[in-house]
């Protein structure tokens, strides 16, 4: 069973519910997303009802905008509860701390961080939303010098990220402040099969371009980086499985990899793959397989076959924020042509209205090994070249 809600439905995985006739729910949000009546629509009404007689069904969402029809419509069900373990940053915090004892991490209201006190904070740490989405309020302080800059920054983000999400997908009312995780970072499309057992579907090394950077760029997979995590990564999956004890479970992780190879888990987003269907339309650029799919079948990647016609290759997701310094208001145009001829292969193209969200749209693209200098660029760009502003 498939749930839709805004902000975006990729014509991939829409594709893949007309061809398979997968249900899906017929709430309000969907039915505006989606015109088609010739899929295999169910109301709502029967949807609730089969959730409930069945907990442990398989119910993929396309975003957490979906979670406040979850809330408003399964209460008397796990799912809500199965969802805030994740989603809530401080509970999932709690719930991993006898795993990593000496990590350090403090939930505090927004209306109390003019007045933190550092004396107990590790130094450097983040400081996030507990409920967030996509990076967004997310900010490093290396120095308790920085610390009322960045307090002015969250202010500003509050305003930002209100106009855009729900309170569901990040809520601004407390923030969590956890030290820093020195290291790697990656990313993984999951899921718990019907046996509670956890299995990747792929793995995405989350590019930074310093230190500094928090933001969502670039990430790539290939058949190096998925042999080289794979078994570690498992082995990691199946120590949080028993804390969660979930079925027929789809999410999506970030973890961070430290010198001495530990993973050190940075957040859990809950029923869905990477936000705005990204990395999971990826895998399937990459590898040719379906995990929308894979979730609702239950099946797991056969990677020996599947490497067999990608070799010497790099699959990457390019999000294209703006972190120009340019205003929406202030932009005329943007030059994707130009953008899109400074890669090798540019495999799909998808464009977002930088008026409505904070972003140009993405790129898919498919690099050589030894050219990965196109992606090392468009990492530490600002965006500027391809921007046109309006004549003031």
């Known amino acids: 069973m498939i749930l839709i809600d805004q902000p975006y439905i990729s014509s991939f995985l829409l594709k893949t519910i007309k061809e398979n ?40 969402t396309n975003s957490e905008n979906s979670i406040s029809w979850i809330d408003k419509n399964l209460e008397s069900a796990k799912l809500p509860n199965q969802i805030q373990l994740f989603k809530n940053k401080i509970i999932f915090r709690e719930l991993l701390k006898d795993i990593f004892p000496n990590y350090f991490f403090k939930g505090i209201k927004f209306e109390e961080l003019a007045h933190l006190s550092m004396e107990n904070i590790k130094i450097p ?3 996030k939303p507990a409920v967030g989405f996509f990076s967004l309020g997310v900010h490093k302080v290396d120095k308790l010098e920085e610390w009322s800059a960045v307090l002015k920054k ?36 999951c ?27 670039v990430y790539t997979t290939s058949e190096e980086i998925i042999e080289k995590h794979l ?60 995990p929308y ?5 239950g099946t797991k990647p056969n990677w020996k076959e599947l490497f067999k016609s990608r070799k010497n290759k790099k699959y990457s997701l390019i999000l294209l924020d703006n972190n120009s310094g340019i205003p929406e208001s202030k932009i005329a145009t943007f030059d994707y042509d130009l953008l899109l001829s400074e890669f ?6 998808r464009k977002v209205n930088y008026k409505e969200y904070p972003f140009f749209g993405m790129v898919f693209v498919e690099t050589s090994l030894g050219n990965e200098k196109e992606l090392d660029q468009i990492l530490i760009s600002d965006l500027r070249k391809y921007i046109k502003e309006k004549n003031s």
Request: aromatic share 12%.
């Open 293 to 297: 799919l894979y979730f609702l079948n």
């Open 344 to 349: 090798e292969n540019p495999m799909e193209l």
């Open 231 to 290: 078994p570690a990564m498992q082995k990691f999956l199946n120590t949080l499985g028993p804390l969660v004890n979930l079925k027929n479970f789809p999410f999506h992780v970030e973890v961070r990899i430290d010198k001495n190879g530990t993973i050190i888990p940075i957040e859990v987003n809950p029923m869905r793959f990477g936000g705005w269907c990204t990395t999971a339309d990826l895998s399937y650029f990459a590898y040719g397989f379906n």
């Open 125 to 127: 740490f983040v400081i």
């Open 21 to 60: 006739h997968l249900e899906i729910v017929s709430t309000n949000a969907a039915k505006a997303m989606i015109s088609d009546d010739s899929l295999n629509w169910i109301s709502e009404k029967e949807a609730v009802e089969f959730i409930n007689n069945n907990p442990n069904c398989a119910l993929y």
């Open 154 to 189: 969250i202010t500003n983000d509050i305003a930002e990220i209100r106009r855009f999400y729900p309170n569901e997908v990040v809520d601004t009312s407390n923030f969590i402040i956890e030290e820093c995780i020195e290291g790697e970072e990656y990313a993984m499309d």
């Open 191 to 217: 899921y718990f099969n019907q046996e509670g057992k956890p299995v990747i579907l792929s793995i995405y090394h989350h590019r930074f371009s310093t230190g500094k950077d928090v933001n969502d760029r």
